[in-house]
């Protein structure tokens, strides 16, 4: 695991800025109105628990841990280990890997590892490693769609609460002067929707596709891995297939490693 | 079949808000006017008609149902029954799984064994359902189809609507105090065609289409299944084949229960 | 074919609706304006000219006829045709159902059924009703094509018009008193192009789209229902197969007719 | 080559409707106003000048010929001529028909069975045969790309203009009795934006789309053409395989000339 | 590489126009607001940095320098080397061209050349140069995909800043007659995201669309290149083949180079 900041320094910046841009136009405090956000926030959000069964939407919370935390995706590692083991199953056959995947920590290669193991046949091991990456792909989907999902309703229940306040203040216009002090608070959903959509939960939507994409292209390259393994491939076309998933930078490795220090230095 | 009143909450809370957010700016009754309601509501169903066939729009009913009581797919339960009869075809026959078939209650998973015991060939019980499949996928994206039809039409009518009044309003225009009164009631279609569309007609086609894909992965975990009995697998391979459909914790099965149950009573 | 007034209640009813929205809020008179749906209508009309060759636009007519009258899609009257024309050519030879043909109506049916008795190999027999699904599918989406075209073109050129109208009154705006009707006016373009799409165009294109679904299933079955004849498959497993197209309902049949019935007389 | 007036019908007739339009309401020169259709215009160019590259904007003025030129996909004379072909190949030997081959003028064809001439194996001629027409498909779909994107930005920079104008006018109010023709003004570039995107951009885009889908059509049948005449199939199954392309009126053939011939005057 | 100055002439070309039309409507410097400017863009990029890992961003600034420097995908040229190689491999064995790969420039074509002269079996090749592509692609999809979203927060950035400015004029609204100037200084964000997004950020994103679509084409030719060379086939074999890649003009060669150079000279 590592800690991945800058989707929190995006959102705090992107807050503050607008917060200093209210209080440059006007005062903080007019922008605060309970009413307003809750019809805006708890409205699309009543309408996120017709949209997905309670079972889906329970699983959110854990997939919107990843946007502090990514797993370490390290390829390049991986690739390494699958590589040796490789050259270990061939020396010394391919029971002498057993021990090993106990190190492991991800869960489709070690699944992917023990069958090779227990001898099942490659067919079985294809088929059964597909269906999990399927299911993988389908279950952290889930995180994307809800997020995308609110990210419509939200601006959608923003409109709903300024139609209110537009018609209300419209039906009721004894004082035109309280036309301006009273459009002013209908637009206050349209903003928190807009506000609530564009800086949380499209961009998070985003997030959590753009990883769950990478992961696919791990796990993927797992797949050929233990697929190749099991054919008792030469260890060296095994490095070099798998290498394929690399950039040209990633395959040199280190100037990729002391970017990323650099990066996150920067975004300490 | 599960209640599942988690989408009734959504809604009825959604409404509730709503209202809630009336009373606080303006009078309920003012929001009421069912000429309004009835261009909304009615005018998008005139629209829903010609969209599609009568034998089509006939089924939603039905379909809606699903709404509240969802089919208990209990995927790992599917999974032990389906192990259980492939052990019991490959010790005692195929044809000693016969009686077993009329406890069953999944019609795909009947008709699948109906003809694994019937002795069809491999590659007409795959076919078979596999047609079978798409036909089901096809008749329940059904409910999906209208009703996120009905969620583009509404907010249509509702501007519709709108501009009927609008036009009125600006056309005889003798009283101009009267303009806020008149806008106020123009826009009121507005609002009941974005209040129908986000918070019923636009989650209720999600919610059924999530369903369909939930139901589409059992049928195709049951297809799986029927066919590797067919051939005679392994009662253990079979059960490893079928359990990749399940996440990491539905696997461990128990926590997934107990969680289900605490959710059951949150939403009661 | 199956009389299908539903589209055209549909439509009545929602023009009806809108009649009567008009007339409690204003004067129908004040919402007729030839000028203003002409460049609505021929507006867009013009557009579509552009957008599609003479000979696509020119099979448009004959596909809206599709929308009143239903081609009778009697699945399960095709699959028992089927079925016995099987058994027939088993016990009697294929060329006792030469006679047979003459009386089916279903064109692709009698095509393929020809190619049997003629002897043509069934790869040959297969890629041909395979190219001519593809190509009824390709001529019969151009109605559902069309429509939606114009279902976009409609609302863009009812704004064309209240544009002109907005810039034509604001452009010479010696008496203010008079910007309410200007504005009366130049709305009513964009009712006209809403009011068209939403309520004439949009459905009608769904409405086509539909249908054509509907007919690629009946004649995927069919194609299905050839090669299984011309293989010489067991007529039992053919009706078994064919009869996967159709819903746990409709296997039953009776109540399914009862239903239409029902449904037809509602609909009278 | 067949001229085709029926996109410059529709592209008059749809100019001249807006130029009536314009002149029953107010007069035509306050709607030309110059600096407005530059920005919309000229700016909007711009936009497609980054979005694709020159070699890419280089072919569109011949792609655009094509609106008017129709290439005379006379499907019956192909399939007729094809077949013509594969009769004089299987009489008189492949190389036959050598001489034959110049008086042809579709490069596809022409390529293809130069490759039968020379011996090519069927593999190497499917295989390049589907390559090029890859190729021609994508070089084709720039046309529509490119005017889709056009009519994608002339609303776009319409919107900027009429910004423009309107942050001009309200920074600046000193008299305002002139809001209304200061709006007048910024609303004329939103006009022209919608102008150019629905009545030309919008359905130049769709006509080659429709365009190249068809040629794509007769290009699919000469590759299937080409191939079973090199596999040396019967010329009366060729026949019957690239006849599945047409429909059942072309089939007939002469009614569909006619109907093309009065449709011709119709149309002069 | 060759440089492309065409998108940077499109870019400051539309950037001149709207100041042109600023400076003759009103005055540059009541357009130029540095708050606005902060809240779209750095607000817009704010939402980036949540969307995308900083690995992803990171790499933009080198993608979007194809946008100014087009590699020389001089698809004829490339052809005719690897047809030159395949003759050599030929005559001389596959050997003789290992010194010629280091004169090579193309990353993919070297390492599969080199496989080919390491005598690597053709299905891994396959698999290792098809991976390559797929992951190539990806990599270079990402500059389109941050572009197309920076174009989408833009214009709703612009919108947030627009309603803040919109809440705070109405709700503190003593002189009325300072509405206009409100209203100005609330449109300039509006304006700005406008602006960014259809002559910036989108326009972008297509061009980098397009050049990876182009790139890809060039690649794929180079996997049936390669793979062709191993299989030893009949040079005249492959250059034919790979001419099916290219255009009937970029056949003839020459005049699209001449094309070419005259183009650059107007674009200089």
């Known amino acids: ?29 007019s922008f605060v109105d309970a009413p307003s956000l809750i019809i805006t926030l708890v409205g699309s959000f009543c309408a996120l628990l017709i949209s997905f069964p309670f079972n889906t939407l329970k699983k959110v ?11 370490e995706d390290d390829l390049k590692g991986l690739i390494d280990r699958i590589t040796e083991l490789a050259r270990k199953s061939r020396t010394e056959g391919i029971l002498s890997i057993e021990s090993e995947i106990e190190e492991l920590n991800n869960p489709l290669l070690i699944h992917g590892l023990e069958m090779v193991v227990d001898g099942t046949d490659i067919d079985t091991i294809e088929n ?4 999990e990456l399927d299911q993988m792909e389908d279950r952290h989907s889930i995180g994307h769609e809800v997020f995308l999902k609110w990210g419509e309703y939200a601006p959608a229940f923003g409109m709903i609460g300024t139609l209110i306040g537009l018609i209300a203040m419209l039906g009721d216009l004894q004082d035109p002067s309280l036309i301006g002090s009273g459009m002013a608070t209908a637009l206050i959903t349209t903003f928190y929707g807009s506000f609530l959509a564009n800086l949380i939960f499209l961009p998070i939507a985003k997030n959590l596709e753009v990883q769950t ?8 390259m797992i797949v050929e891995g233990v697929l190749a393994l099991q054919r008792g491939d030469n260890p060296r076309v095994i490095e070099q297939k798998l290498s394929s998933y690399l950039s040209q930078k990633e395959k040199q490795g280190k100037d990729e490693k002391e970017d990323l220090e650099v990066a996150e230095e920067l975004t300490r």
């Not at 910046?13 to 440059?24: E, M, P, T």
């Open 61 to 71: 919370p854990a997939l919107l841990k990843k946007l502090m935390f990514t797993p």
């Open 128 to 131: 059964i490693l597909n269906i």
């Open 213 to 220: 994409a990478n992961e696919l292209k791990a796990n993927e």
């Open 1 to 29: 695991m590592k800690r991945n900041i800058l989707p929190l320094i995006g959102m705090v910046a992107g807050i503050l800025l607008i917060f200093a841009s209210i209080s440059v136009n006007s005062n903080i405090m």
